[in-house]
């Protein structure tokens, strides 16, 4: 399996975070997945090639910290990250 190259990049003054899966930006189509969270997809391989968060500290604060379960973030079939409240993977 070919390894991605995952670049997150944050707008501190507008509060953005973009992730970005390949090693440029691609052409694509965004779709809101949940409030102010777009999923950018790919027009002709439908593949997930990044993703946006808008007012991402309060997405962060309030979604994914307040889950005293954890979370686990998983774009197609590679799991990026799994988290529960106080640790790490």
């Not at 507008?14 to 992730?19: K, P, S, T």
């Not at 090693?23 to 946006?52: C, L, N, Q, W, Y």
């Amino acid at each position: 399996m070919e390894k991605e190259s995952i670049t997150l990049s944050y707008d501190a003054d507008d509060d953005i975070l973009h992730l970005t899966i390949g090693t440029k930006a691609e052409e694509a189509i965004s779709v809101e997945e949940d409030d102010e969270v777009f999923v950018r997809i790919h027009p002709v391989t439908k593949e997930i090639v990044g993703m946006t968060i808008l007012g991402f500290s309060e997405y962060f604060a309030e979604t994914l910290l307040s889950k005293r379960e954890g979370f686990t973030f998983t774009v197609g079939s590679v799991d990026l990250s799994e988290f529960t409240k106080g640790n790490k993977p």
